[in-house]
């Protein structure tokens, strides 16, 4: 019988304790399990437009599993459908994001009856080179998100448990810090070695969204580059939507199957979507758009330092609201910014 | 005596601090840049860990803006996500963990999350762990920059996002469970700090040249430990800083200012 324990963590900083009763912030495992038992297996072709399948698997209260890491290969397609369509009460869960939760964000401060977050447990939500993420400021000021807050590598790690079908998994960190204090991991003596380990819950989104570099029509993907935690989240997810810059031939996928790092049982929805990550950066297409990127959060940070929504509101109709598609959004980048950005990746090797 | 910056002094002292034939885990902006100062000049087969998911690549084009960046996974010899990096991580790979933040304490705790008391309410919301710590807890050594004032270097952080000695009782990391030694290096632009083996407390080791001790423990809101003797940190030369601005073209890290 593993025992409840603590580590020395008391007094040596200034946040205060707090007491959380342990509740899934999602579906449970054993609720996600059944799920994926209920699912017809056979291959069947998936391919549908991001409206269809955001339509059909996004709901209000849902756990929303975002993939990629910070700008890399981050699902905005996916996102700026959600947010055209609308979903309130979300519980967002990843490790490390920019401007996917900043949209989000940015849309609840516009519209709470549209678009909401509830909550968020994740790792780390800011713009790394170019500073603070101010949604998120805004929000966690205010008291408007509960958030939960863990290591890169235990947001990682909770959706790895997830993918296996686990409720929980042991990791060597998160001890010791005010994660301890605060989020809803535990710490155990270990049965077998006596010692204290970290234990934290599995995550299962219930809609996992990941941009990719090929996919074919039963859901069988490819990634290139970093990995970021797609492999995770898509298996750990109840229902996960694929983004793809390239469409593959079942062939294709035959003839390379070791190149596979998300199976088609994982995947419900596949959407052939060019420049699907864009202005983040895909590996092997394009690299960061720095512009776009940076005028988007100086539009932000003017909010937060003002008030005024102006701006922000100006930015959401003419790159979201106003775009029927993705493409559209595409289209309203200026074509040199996006040749700029595909030079930039430097034409990186991948198997397509 | 050549010219530089406050960024330019970290970057190079950075460069000093590691070894080569080792391998760092590097966080964005000057570990990153440090690491490739170090593999140009004193220790060529140092590599480093990406935590988005790539080992030892070779940075052809360029320096990247973010651990998740294309151009940290070129050439690299295995890339995988997260799980794979910081696994390898929790296994031991990684000699060094180099992070930044937002505070630090005497025992070399690091703040990377937020400021005030009320976590429900975060007076100033910061973003978060990231990689640093797990980081912290399980690369074998840590190298900490945090800018050198009294509000940054304080008596207890507003939360503790990265391990370091914690109360600084002798069992505290064995207790949260962690797997790496600790804090080893804390730097700044005017000051080398390091970890007292007995009491497990930060002392100073290298001042910048025409500075006193006195200097320093006026800058830092706790006190130091500070030895009879203390070393003058040695300066980057020209060659150094042609290297240092060569890497960061676009001045994205080196250009910025210090509050001072």
Known sequence: MAERAWSKIKNISEVKPIERKFEWWGPSPEEARKNLVSKPKGLRDKGTSLKEAVKRYVRDGINLGIGGFVNTRIPVAAIHEIIRQGAKDLTLSFQSESLTAEWLAGAMILDENHVSIKRAEIAWWAYEVIGLAPMLRYLAKNGMIELDDYTNYGMAARFKAGAMGLPFIPTRDHGGTDMETTNRGTMIKCPFTGRNVYLVPACYPDVGIIHVQGADKYGNCRIFGPLCTCPEIASAAVNTIVTAEKILSEESIRQYPNLTEIPFPMTDAVVHQPFGGYPGAVYGFYWFDMKHIRMFREICEEFRKTGNKDKLEEYYNRYIFECETPDEFINKIPPEDRQEAIKSDGGQPVIL | ?260
């Open chain 2, 1 to 260: 005596m050549v010219d530089y910056n406050p960024y330019e002094m970290i970057a190079y002292t950075g460069s000093m601090v590691l070894e080569d034939n080792t391998i760092v885990f590097v966080g964005t902006g000057l570990p990153i840049i440090a690491a490739m100062h170090a593999q140009r000049t004193h220790a060529p087969k140092l590599l480093m860990i990406y935590e988005a998911g790539s080992l030892a690549p070779i940075l052809e084009l360029g320096l990247p803006l973010s651990v998740g960046d294309t151009r940290a996974f070129t050439k690299a010899c295995f890339v995988k996500g997260l799980c794979g990096v910081f696994e390898l991580t929790q296994r031991g790979v990684a000699d060094y963990a180099f992070i930044g933040g937002a505070q630090v304490d005497k025992y070399g705790n690091v703040n990377s999350t937020m400021l005030g008391q009320d976590y429900s309410k975060q007076e100033t919301r910061f973003p978060g762990s990231g990689g640093a710590g797990a980081m912290a807890a399980n690369c074998e050594k840590t190298i900490i920059i945090v800018p050198l004032e009294r509000r940054r270097f304080v008596e207890k952080v507003d939360f503790i996002t990265s391990v370091g000695y914690g109360d600084g009782s002798p069992d505290y990391r064995e207790k949260a469970g962690v797997m790496g030694a600790g804090p080893y290096r804390v730097i700044t632009h005017q000051a080398l700090f390091g970890f007292d083996e007995t009491t497990r407390r930060m002392n100073l080791l290298e001042i910048a040249p025409g500075l006193k001790p006195d200097d320093i423990q006026n800058k830092v809101g706790f006190e130091l430990i500070v030895p009879k003797e203390v070393e003058t940190m040695k300066e980057p030369t020209a060659e150094d800083l042609r290297l240092l601005r060569e890497i960061d073209l676009e001045g994205y890290f080196l250009g910025r200012k210090i509050n001072r």
